[in-house]
């Protein structure tokens, strides 16, 4: 089994693996004993946790580590770019003016935890 990695916001060494209900248990993710942190969503296939908790575990170990990845939290990271958003939008895509960036869960968690971890480089400085 792998080895669950502290929280990267709060730095709780347990989290949990719980189905995204409001998906009809299509989804999983892990999420931190204490502060509530979800970690990104992997496919369940409907199943228990026992048998998906291992990708999700993988996906909460996931770190940034580069210092230009944390210079820029939103590298990377792709979406429509329009009406404020602050995810670069790719060449040559158009949308019908509705912005969803903000709304995608799994991009959000992946910028917050490259957010985490650049406060906490900071505040060892």
Not at 20 to 29: E, R, S, Y
Not at 38 to 49: A, D, S
């Amino acid at each position: 089994m792998t080895k669950r990695l502290p929280c990267p916001f709060c730095g709780h060494p347990n989290a949990t693996p719980e189905h995204d209900t409001a998906q009809g248990f299509k989804w999983g993710h892990m999420v931190c004993d204490s502060c509530a942190a979800k970690g990104p969503e992997v496919r369940t296939n409907y199943l228990e946790p026992e048998y998906w908790s291992e990708d999700a575990i993988k996906e909460w170990n996931v770190r940034p580590g580069d210092a230009e990845l944390l210079a820029k939290p939103f590298t990377g990271i792709r979406g429509c770019g329009d009406h404020s958003c602050l995810i670069e939008k790719p060449e040559g895509m158009g949308t019908n003016g509705g912005c969803r960036c903000h709304l995608d869960r799994h991009k959000a968690s992946i910028v917050m935890q490259r957010l985490a971890a650049l406060r906490r480089q900071t505040e060892e400085k």
